[in-house]
């Protein structure tokens, strides 16, 4: 942001551990976010902390939707298959020999009562009818897909299990991963907030293949497109979006492309600065299809004028075939 004919500097954090830009001219501070406020949080903006205790802190029926991709208790990039492979490509960060790898948070036996505890949250979080899709592992050893699916049973009522075909087979020996699941919940009470009308929407989803990650980024991110789908199916414009395990900011990212707001929650300060970073390009960047009222004006008018054009050419056919 601009202010007194230079760029904002970012490095002050605010009270709720929101990062602000501050105007060294003026000593004005930009908050982040729409200007609205969730509970105690801003709007549209990724607040570094532990999720179960920032979701404490949320009124009740505060959410219209959540999508998230929670840590799946497997020490991920943590001396496993992945972490070996990484470093055999050279994927993992530089300067330490033999590499370390990238481990997630909350990423060992604890990730289950997290997960837990969070379903419990969302249930108190959503409007009625509302969905909650939440991101989940693919076959074995561990069964952790189905545990998860019992639980968010439990907390708030299990609708379906979708099958991301995630394409070419993945890591392993026997039965090698090509996919991972998407469990959905629904809040009870009211109807399903559900917007698609072509009655043709799959349990399974092809075509968005994953992604591969580099060095620098998040070490299992999710494709944007996997999000908008469900954010497409669940929500509309205007709605707010919560995803209490941000990552790297993919949601937060899909929410603003689609016009709702959103709401994150990351507890790892590297990913929430990353996050806020992808995120303000993207409200950076214009829409495609959006146009300026004199855009419009034209448009409206150019539209017109080929309307016109068809009439009188439809119209001087029949004269001239009358005529014969």
């Not at 492979?85 to 481990?103: D, I, M, Q, T, Y």
């Not at 639980?151 to 299990?161: N, R, S, T, V």
């Not at 991963?177 to 907030?193: A, D, F, Q």
Request: proline content about 8%; some cysteine.
């Amino acid at each position: 942001m601009i202010c007194c004919g230079q760029p904002m500097i970012t490095e002050k954090w605010d009270a709720l551990g929101q990062v602000c830009e501050t105007c060294h001219e003026c000593g004005k501070v930009k908050h982040p976010g729409c200007g609205r406020m969730i509970g105690p949080f801003r709007c549209c903006s990724v607040v570094c902390g532990d999720c179960l205790e920032l979701m404490k802190q949320l009124p009740d029926g505060c959410v219209d939707f959540i999508f998230t991709d929670p840590p799946f208790g497997h020490n991920n990039n943590n001396g496993d298959l992945i972490h070996q492979r990484e470093a055999a490509l050279g994927r993992l960060p530089p300067g330490v020999n033999p590499p370390v790898g990238r481990p997630i948070a909350n990423d060992g036996p604890e990730a289950n009562e997290l997960v837990r505890a969070a379903f419990r949250d969302f249930k108190r979080l959503l409007r009625e009818g509302g969905c909650c899709c939440c991101c989940g592992g693919g076959g074995g050893p561990d069964p952790q897909f189905a545990r998860w699916s019992l639980w968010l049973d439990e907390a708030l009522g299990f609708k379906h299990m979708v099958v991301w075909d995630k394409g070419p087979m993945g890591m392993g020996w026997h039965y090698r991963r090509s996919y991972e699941t998407v469990l959905v919940g629904m809040k009870p009470g009211g109807p399903c907030k559900w917007y698609d009308t072509s009655d043709r929407v799959e349990n399974i989803i092809r075509n968005i293949p994953k992604i591969i990650p580099q060095a620098d980024d998040h070490p299992t991110p999710k494709p944007r497109a996997l999000v908008e789908h469900f954010i497409k199916l669940h929500s509309t414009d205007g709605d707010i979006v919560l995803d209490p395990f941000m990552g790297h900011g993919t949601t937060g990212e899909a929410a603003v492309k689609l016009g709702r707001h959103f709401l994150g929650f990351e507890i790892s300060p590297e990913y929430c600065e990353f996050a806020r970073k992808r995120i303000a390009l993207v409200e950076a960047q214009p829409s495609l299809f959006e146009k300026k009222p004199e855009q419009a004006n034209l448009y409206a008018g150019d539209l017109l004028a080929g309307l016109e054009r068809m009439v009188d050419g439809v119209s001087s056919a029949a004269v001239e075939k009358a005529g014969k």
